[in-house]
């Protein structure tokens, strides 16, 4: 059964780095997500991306996360200058076309930052 | 504004037991999906169940079941004869049907512990 998939499962950086998430979704699904969740709280939604391009973003989302399709099959969240509060568990999601779809996750990564 | 709320933080039950999970949603939109995912211990989101705003129908699964309520915006989960690998958080999510991003709105969860 197809999967999405995301690399690293864990990242541990200091304050100040740059850090790339990685996500495979699955291969024939045209939407995808990034949702976060700091520990123990609610998952929240971070953006969607269509068409190579955002459809949605969120308040968190601010000017230092960006999100890009560079190929065909990855899907990359990158965070340019990582704060205390950006730890959480970060997902990727994706679903096909149809209005009807269900958004599938991947496993997430786990982000600590020191 | 889209808002669901899951007033049960945690429950705690022994194996064996029926344990109902609430969740109530709020929307101004007349079409909108509903779901239910699971996060074990080990963290994924694990889909269970979609619902749209026209089928009010309850759903069974096995020992899981599924009981929407439009009159009373709830879209509530029952799992019969509660399991050990049953505990995990469990969340209740919304969003709408049209075409577009859809993006999710999640409770803040419920904590199910099956105790042996």
């Known amino acids: 059964e197809p999967e999405v998939t995301q690399t690293p499962s864990h990242q541990v950086t200091q304050m100040g780095q740059e850090v790339i998430l990685r996500c495979v979704p699955i291969?024939?699904?045209?939407?995808f997500y990034w949702y976060r969740q700091i520990l123990g709280q609610k998952v929240e939604f971070l953006v969607s991306?269509?068409?190579?391009?955002?459809?949605?973003k969120s308040e968190i989302f601010d000017d230092q996360f960006s999100v890009e399709r560079p190929d065909g099959s990855n899907f990359t969240l990158k965070i340019r200058s990582t704060k205390l509060e950006d730890s959480a568990m970060y997902f990727c999601?994706?679903?096909?076309?149809?209005?009807?779809?269900?958004?599938?996750f991947g496993p997430g990564t786990r982000l600590l930052v020191l | 504004a889209q808002k669901v709320t899951q007033a049960q933080t945690e429950i705690s039950v022994v194996e064996k037991e029926d344990v109902t999970l609430d969740c109530v949603y709020e929307t101004r939109d007349t079409t909108y999906y509903l779901f239910w995912y699971k996060q074990p211990p080990s963290g994924e989101l694990v889909f269970l169940i979609r619902?749209?705003?026209?089928?009010?129908q309850n759903e069974i699964s096995g020992r899981y079941s599924w009981n929407f309520q439009k009159s009373t915006s709830s879209f509530n989960f029952t799992i019969t004869a509660s399991q050990v690998v049953d505990s995990a958080v469990y969340f209740c999510a919304l969003s709408y049907l049209l075409q577009g991003a859809q993006k999710l709105v999640f409770g803040q969860g419920t904590r199910l512990t099956i105790n042996p």
């Open positions: 619902r749209n705003s026209f089928d009010e």
């Open positions: 999601a994706s679903r096909g076309a149809s209005g009807k779809e269900t958004q599938y």
């Open positions: 291969s024939n699904h045209l939407y």
């Open positions: 991306f269509y068409n190579n391009e955002i459809s949605e």
